[in-house]
């Protein structure tokens, strides 16, 4: 009976909802959010995050799509990499190659929505169990150690945390997807405007579709800036 009771509880406490944080906490979040995002120096760091996010994108698509998912890298220079095995052409190859970009913003999009309804314990535990299936799928060193400290750090937070250190740390992380998520698209364009990047996404999907890559690099700002302002006015409570 006592198991089945704390059974209960954790679920009751994973799908219950959270008051509300002040607004000054939703802000100083946003800041910090903000501060991770715009040095370069910092960002060389926090933009491992949105790697993970980027292949996790291509992976869950892949998946989804039909295609068979061989495996995942990700490096120190903040690149990754997703192989899936398939038809090298069709829907499934374009959707897992266009998914890569926004899905940072996607899910800051999608938290946004959860917080906005209270469900930061929710939050922690989706994320905790989405880099748990993505660590199974990582085929390096340096992939599994940056996934496997992600996961720590969410689920230790969600475990140990109290309530407003809970809110706190959801509240950065979406922010941080949802700041971050707008950066790589205008990294993407500078390089290619210098020559570089000549395999990237937006360059894939234009041999795929005959469809110029300015046009994906189109999509993948509007996503990206779409999100960002949606999920802030979730997030502000607007």
């Known amino acids: 009976m006592e198991s089945s009771t704390t059974a209960t509880e954790l679920w009751d406490r994973v799908v219950g909802s959270q008051p509300h944080p002040p607004l000054w906490l939703v802000l100083a979040t946003g800041v910090i959010a903000l ?17 993970i996010a980027h292949e996790g994108g291509h992976a869950l698509v892949a998946l989804l799509s039909g295609r068979r998912l061989d495996g995942i890298r990700l ?32 899910l800051g999009l999608a938290g946004a929505a959860l917080l906005s309804a209270g469900h930061i314990t929710a939050l922690l535990w989706g994320a905790t169990a989405l880099l748990a299936a993505m660590l199974v799928m990582i085929r390096n060193a340096y992939g599994a150690l940056t996934v496997v400290l992600a996961g720590a750090a969410f689920f230790l937070v969600s475990w140990l945390a109290g309530p407003q250190t809970q809110a706190a740390f959801a509240y950065g992380v979406v922010w941080f997807l949802l700041l971050g998520g707008v950066r790589p698209a205008f990294e993407l364009q500078r390089k290619r405007r210098h020559g570089g ?4 996404d937006a360059d894939q999907l234009a041999r795929l579709t005959n469809v110029p890559p300015v046009v994906w690099l189109g999509l993948f700002h509007l996503v990206a800036l779409c999100s960002l302002a949606g999920g802030g006015r979730w997030l502000l409570g607007r």
């Open 35 to 51: 501060a991770a995002v715009t040095p370069y120096r910092v960002w060389r760091l926090t933009r491992n995050a949105i790697t």
């Open 75 to 106: 490096h120190s220079d903040t690149s990754g990499l997703t192989v899936s095995r398939g038809r090298p052409t069709g829907l499934g190859m374009v959707l897992t190659a266009a998914a890569g970009y926004p899905a940072a913003s996607l």
């Open 197 to 200: 990047a000549p395999d990237s």
